[in-house]
């Protein structure tokens, strides 16, 4: 996949490898900032994964931008792309109620019930493409064809974390609360974003999401375990 280099400034250097959303695409952003962290470069500050492309920031007194761009062409001629075992994630949701605001009047336009709705977005597996927008935030990639779904025309000022949305093609997972124009069907008692956790963001690009039903008193049970702190929003078989 030949990327192409866009300056951003001159303290940022993004590398775009598709004008397309798909997985090859995130594939190869995913890979080459993983090469950053593992083989760091003096005067790279930071590297932000995009759905497509990957944003690299730098000390232009330590590095310049030319330097950069032939360290990531040299760096893509040897990174392997062989699929890394993805995580998967189970995730407790409890559908409509006060936060899944959305459900009856979206399974109305999609000449569902409520149950076929959530058997549907419930049956698929969703694949993080990127973190972002707020802390933890997490876009998914997807959804199946028949939940695609436009975002309301004027957004919503208040929707608490753990918020599960659709907008457009994608679903999200809320971090933070704050404003959304994003449908949303549930919520789930998990934190996408724990400033006091060890590893603040739960998900991460190329990990793999199941939503799973449960009932609005099992989710409030969940969050007042969470909140007790026990560790129990883990990956499948993490010990």
Known sequence: ??????????????????????????????????????????????????????????????????????????????????????????????????????????AEMKGMTTAELIELHSSAEYRVFM????????YLGGVPKALHTPRLPQPRQAIPAGAIGLGGQQASIN???GPSGWRFLGWTPWRAFDPNRPRPFLF???????FMPVSIEEAR?????????????????TP
């Open 1 to 106: 996949m030949k990327p192409t280099f866009h300056p951003l400034g001159d303290r940022a250097l993004v590398v775009e490898f598709s004008e397309e959303v798909d997985v090859a695409a995130n594939d190869h952003v995913i890979a080459l900032g993983a090469s950053f962290q593992a083989t760091p470069v003096s005067g790279v500050t930071e590297v932000v994964p995009t759905y497509r492309s990957l944003q690299i920031l730098y000390d232009p007194i330590q590095l310049r931008g030319a330097a950069l761009e032939a360290e990531i062409r040299s760096r893509l001629t040897s990174i392997e792309l062989t699929e890394r075992p993805a995580r998967r994630w189970r995730v407790p949701v409890a559908y409509g109620g006060e936060i899944g605001l959305d459900l009856e009047e979206l």
């Open 131 to 138: 973190i972002g927008f707020a802390p933890g935030f997490a």
């Open 175 to 177: 971090s933070v609360p």
């Open 204 to 210: 991460e690009a190329g990990d793999r999401v199941k």
């Open 221 to 237: 049970e969940i969050a007042k375990r969470i909140a007790a702190g026990e560790d129990i929003a883990r990956p499948d078989d």
